[in-house]
């Protein structure tokens, strides 16, 4: 069936949505977090469950994307009701069938429980995972089946693009656009508005459209969960972009390591295309645009705009001189837009609810809001949207959930790997553009990894250095091989062997990376180096001075001791050690043989008196 | 016809030429190793980074003169003192994979580069490119390119093995900048062209003698310090 007039979209939503409204809908997670965790055996479950009860017909079943608090998956909620169980397994099915489907009532041991008061909480919004964020972009996951348009569209899909054709000239669109503040959520924060314009102006007959889902950071995962997720929302903010610039063809460029993403992108093509909202005359208007999948072959590089172009087009993921800008000379030399999956899923909401709106949240230079993925040593791992202008601290303690039982956060890692480190004392940095880069740091594409007391900051700067000399295409110098020698001199000051000099060679090398080094990737390669140098120097002194790791994470410069008096002889660290370097007889203080440890550490973590120490 | 400032002086050049060569034509010398008036301009060895913006309104940007096309009242400074910072530190590191080349040696006088503080890895090769692109925008061949990529990034042949298209017309090894040595004849058993052990003529094999008898030390003199 396809759409023609603004009307008859209406119309369809009313209906879709009173067909929705008035039954129970238990809705399961396929985020690739609760999917590894399990979430599809529950869905079999309760499909083999609501059928042999008879109940499919009154209760709506739907395998939706992301809710965001991975940490605690499987989840299900269930509407309308909004109860939120978590950690649920197969085997907890028929009890959630039976008590809360039949009966209505709650099973309390799989409710979440509040972090403060201990309480159990019903609801998502009751938890202050979710109470501090404010969901814009991700209003819908975890809310849709994702493989389903209709579901989209009784939400309100694609009314932004009805609106949008029949009412709004390009021009409005972007002026919209330029007033609402949206900045490029990939990273660098180009004004979304600006960059439509001069594509709009650029010259040339086939203009594109493109989508960058190249979301390659080590912990994030912001653009796959959207993709999987809702991915009507990108197809229709680039539908609006092409109206924007005049552009007739629309690439959306995502990892083959995302393959749920890619297959439910496919879906969502064809249905779009089914419906009318991709092909010929869209909504009536003259605009014929269609968008097809390209898939990467995982360079981190690639997600860089011009060696994405030459993906695109075939060739290695190299990244040449800008100017010229993909605005002027994008895919097959014709202007191109080219922006991140987060930002053309803002587009709808935009024009939907208007700039005013947008603009009035954040700060005065970035407005809207930021998904971050929470990673690392933190209570609530997992998606969140928060508004721009809040700072560290509200969103690693707040909504985090703080550090695990008894350890402490030392800092966090924003930014991927060529953001930065910055440590406590600076979380009361708003999160906006500006101030990150400031502080060292960029927005990047927004993964967020804390790190803990048991952090050694060295070695932090070393493994992101290490990703990045893998993953530097090679083309340049400074970025093939600073990336390599900033390693080795990492290594270097890891194992205990670097001098005074070195550090001084690693700081110089760091800042001529960043100064000469042709694309992004390399610019900002050092600032794992950099930001770590500044904020944790002590760390790095430790270990040239006095040949101390500090954080007790550096092999070649730790043994693992046990303390006597603590040490309760219960045998408990004898077996696991794989290298049998333990010793020691029941009820007697246990002795660690330094010629046989690996430095593994388990017995640290199975000890249960704290009798094993770090020196 | 675009007019920009290099150093201070006004000059006028044609719309879409780089600023390394309307620099050139103004007789100001700035260093390169992966630039080829006969090639495209590449960008990869950054010795040619030249120093853009206006200082008094901002900022200044380093960017590789061969590839950034000249800007209507551009200002350009070739030889400031962040830069001379910028080229030490790269011939530094190009030194310590490449220690014999004779113009990278020339190069490291030029600069009073006096040490290299790396440990040496020689590598014969810097991974400029340009005889992958002799190879295919003059001799019309590609039959090498890259192959990898970061720090494992090598030139070399499809699958290292010899190639179907090579012609052995030693075009590689023409512009080559760190190789010295010619091509030893059509009857070396190399998939290439000799046995020179350049990367340009593929494959520098591991377990080959080496044609120069170099191997890594990181202690290199370089012809600064020995002429003094």
Redesign the interface.
């Known amino acids: 069936m396809k759409i023609r007039t603004g009307e008859q979209l209406l119309m369809l939503e009313r209906e879709l949505r009173m067909a929705h409204d008035h039954k129970p809908c238990v809705r399961v997670c396929g985020g690739t977090g609760c999917r590894a965790r399990g979430s599809e055996d529950v869905l079999a479950r309760f499909q083999e469950l609501l059928e042999r009860k008879e109940l499919g017909g009154s209760i709506e079943l739907k395998f939706t994307g992301c809710h965001g608090l991975c940490e605690r998956g499987p989840l299900v909620s269930i509407a309308p009701s909004e109860i939120f169980y978590q950690s649920v397994e197969a085997d907890d099915v028929a009890a959630i069938v039976e008590e809360t489907l039949e009966h209505d009532r709650v099973i309390e041991r799989l409710l979440a429980s509040d972090p403060v008061t201990g309480t159990r909480v019903r609801r998502e919004q009751e938890l202050p995972f979710y109470r501090r964020q404010h969901r814009i972009v991700l209003r819908l996951n975890g809310v849709i089946d994702p493989t389903d348009i209709r579901e989209y569209l009784a939400f309100g899909g694609y009314r932004a693009l009805a609106k949008t054709l029949e009412n709004l000239t390009p021009e409005e669109v972007i002026e919209i656009m330029e007033r609402s503040g949206l900045r490029g959520r990939g990273g660098a924060g180009f004004p979304t508005g600006k960059k439509w314009r001069l594509a709009r102006a650029a010259k040339g007959t086939t203009k594109y459209v493109v989508c960058n889902g190249d979301e390659g950071d080590p912990g994030a995962f912001m653009d796959r969960s959207l993709l999987e997720g809702n991915p009507h929302s990108v197809l229709e903010g680039m539908i609006i972009g092409a109206y924007a610039i005049g552009a007739t063809r629309g690439i959306i460029y995502v990892r083959e390591e995302y393959p749920l993403a890619v297959g439910t992108l496919q879906v969502a093509l064809e249905q779009a295309r089914e419906y009318g909202f991709l092909g010929k005359a869209i909504f009536g208007s003259p605009l014929s645009f269609d968008i097809e999948i390209v898939r990467g072959a995982g360079?981190f590089?690639a997600g860089e705009e011009t060696a994405l172009i030459a993906a695109v087009e075939g060739r290695?993921s190299e990244p040449?001189?800008r100017?010229?800008y993909p605005v002027e000379r994008g895919v097959w030399g014709c202007p191109t837009v080219i922006n991140n999956v987060e930002t053309w899923a803002n587009v709808p909401v935009i024009i939907e609810r208007g700039p005013e709106w947008f603009a009035s949240l954040g700060t005065a230079t970035s407005k809207g809001t930021k998904i971050f993925s929470l990673v690392g040593k933190i209570r609530n791992t997992g998606l969140v949207e928060i508004p721009m202008g809040m700072t560290v601290r509200e969103l690693v303690e707040e909504i985090g959930g703080g550090p695990p039982p008894s350890r402490e956060i030392k800092a966090v890692q924003i930014g991927g790997p060529s953001g930065g480190c910055l440590p406590k004392d600076l979380f009361d940095l708003p999160i906006d553009y500006e101030s990150l880069v400031e502080a060292g740091a960029m927005m990047g594409s927004g993964g967020l990894i804390v790190m803990d007391d048991r952090t050694c900051m060295v070695d932090v700067a070393r493994y992101f250095m290490d990703f990045l000399?893998?993953?530097?295409?090679?083309?340049?110098?400074?970025c093939?091989?600073?990336?390599?020698?900033m390693y080795?001199l990492l290594t270097r000051i890891c194992e205990g062997r670097a001098t005074e000099?070195d550090l001084d060679?690693l700081e110089?090398?760091a800042q001529?990376v960043k100064?000469?080094?042709?694309c992004g990737l390399g610019q900002t390669a050092s600032n794992p180096v950099l930001t770590t140098l500044r904020y944790f120097r002590p760390e790095y002194e430790a270990h040239v001075r006095e040949r101390r790791c500090p954080a007790g994470v550096c092999k070649a410069l730790i043994h693992y001791v046990i303390a006597a008096d603590r040490c309760t002889g219960c045998l408990a660290c004898v077996s696991p050690c794989p290298s049998q370097a333990i010793t020691g007889q029941l009820k007697q203080p246990h002795v660690i043989d330094q010629s046989r440890c690996l430095k593994c550490g388990l017995c640290l973590e199975v000890c249960q008196f704290g009798a094993v120490e770090v020196v | 016809m675009t007019r920009l400032f290099i150093n201070g002086m006004e000059t006028e050049v044609p719309e879409g030429t780089s600023v390394l060569e309307a620099a050139q034509g103004l007789g100001v010398e700035i260093p390169t190793l992966c630039f080829h008036p006969g090639l495209s301009?590449?960008?990869?060895?950054?010795l040619c980074?030249v120093e853009i913006g206006d200082l008094r309104s901002g900022p200044t940007r380093?960017?590789?003169a061969c590839?950034?096309?000249v800007?209507e009242g551009l200002r350009v400074r070739t030889h400031s003192a962040?830069l001379e910072?910028?080229r030490r530190?790269?011939i530094e590191?190009?030194l310590?994979?490449c220690p014999s080349s004779k113009r990278i040696q020339d190069l490291a006088a030029e600069y009073q580069v006096e040490r290299v503080?790396?440990?040496v890895r020689d590598e014969r090769c810097?991974?400029c490119?340009l005889c992958v692109r002799m190879c295919a925008e003059q001799m019309m061949a590609r039959a090498i390119g890259?192959a990898?990529?970061?720090?494992?990034?090598k030139v070399t042949t499809p699958f290292d093995l010899r190639s179907e298209v090579c012609r052995l017309c030693g075009g590689c090894l023409y512009v080559c900048p760190v190789c010295e040595l010619r091509c030893q004849g059509p009857e070396a058993p190399d998939p290439v062209c000799g046995s020179c052990q350049a990367p340009t003529c593929l494959p520098a094999r591991e377990g080959l003698p080496g044609a120069w008898g170099v191997t890594g030390n990181s202690s290199v003199q370089t012809k600064a310090r020995r002429g003094r």
């Open positions: 360079a590089v290695v040449r001189q100017p010229p000399r893998d993953e530097s295409c090679g083309k340049c110098l400074p093939r091989e600073g990336t390599n020698r080795e000099s060679l110089e090398l001529v100064e000469t080094s042709l | 301009a590449y960008g990869a060895c950054r980074v380093l960017v590789s590839t950034y096309p800007q962040r910072r910028a530190m790269l590191l190009l310590s994979i503080r790396f440990p810097i991974l490119g890259f990898h990529r970061g720090y494992r990034r």
